[in-house]
């Protein structure tokens, strides 16, 4: 790829669509995270130079990106991957019924691939009944933060299931009034793309 440099006549337009494709390139082959990815583009295509922030391409792009090098160079296998996560996602949502699941991510917007994991909302009263349902359950989870779009702390729990990543990231209702609704979907959201999917194969 080229690597364009602000004094040599690399347009801001330029340089931003090739840190969506390098980044892209990253989630697709190897699955990592957009902010991940987003930095690493920039430090191979640009080095250690000061960039601006509105340079940088939003995740929208990224993802217009992602699915367009999976049509790309995994079309034959893509598709299949994405179903199957996609109902694995549906059995958990049933199995976590009880604490409002949502997904979220990849597996969701369609851009799921073969290093992709499963990433689930929940929302309860007492997170500490989540971890309680996991060990009644008999599965070992391990548990990290992430950082919610307020900047607040999300405690996660992860696990394998059927050989998938699992990541729950448990809120509390009220938060459920704060998640964008455009990125997430419910059981019912999520068997409709199950089914779209299942009809436009036929």
């Not at 217009?64 to 299949?80: D, I």
């Not at 996602?89 to 949502?102: D, T």
């Not at 998938?164 to 019912?188: I, Q, S, W």
């Amino acid at each position: 790829m080229t690597n364009f440099i602000f004094n040599e006549g690399g347009s801001a337009t330029q340089i931003r669509d090739e840190i969506a494709s390098l980044a892209a390139k990253f989630i697709a082959e190897e699955g990592a995270e957009y902010g991940t990815a987003k930095r690493r583009a920039v430090k191979q295509l640009l080095g250690n130079q000061k960039i601006n922030g509105n340079i940088l391409p939003d995740n929208e792009q990224i993802e217009q990106e992602v699915r367009e090098y999976q049509a790309l160079f995994f079309a034959e296998t893509q598709p299949a991957r994405l179903h199957h996560l996609r109902q694995t996602a549906a059995i958990l949502m049933q199995e976590f019924a009880q604490f409002n699941p949502y997904l979220i991510g990849a597996v969701l917007n369609g851009t799921a691939g073969e290093h992709s994991d499963i990433h689930l909302h929940l929302y309860t009263d007492n997170s500490k009944d989540v971890a309680i349902f996991l060990i009644n359950a008999g599965i070992d989870y391990e548990v990290s933060e992430h950082q919610g779009k307020r900047g607040d702390p999300v405690e996660t729990l992860s696990f394998m299931f059927k050989n998938e990543g699992v990541h729950l990231l448990v809120h509390d209702m009220d938060d459920v009034r704060h998640t964008d609704k455009k990125e997430r979907g419910n059981l019912a959201n999520l068997r409709t793309l199950i089914e779209q999917a299942e009809n436009d194969d036929e």
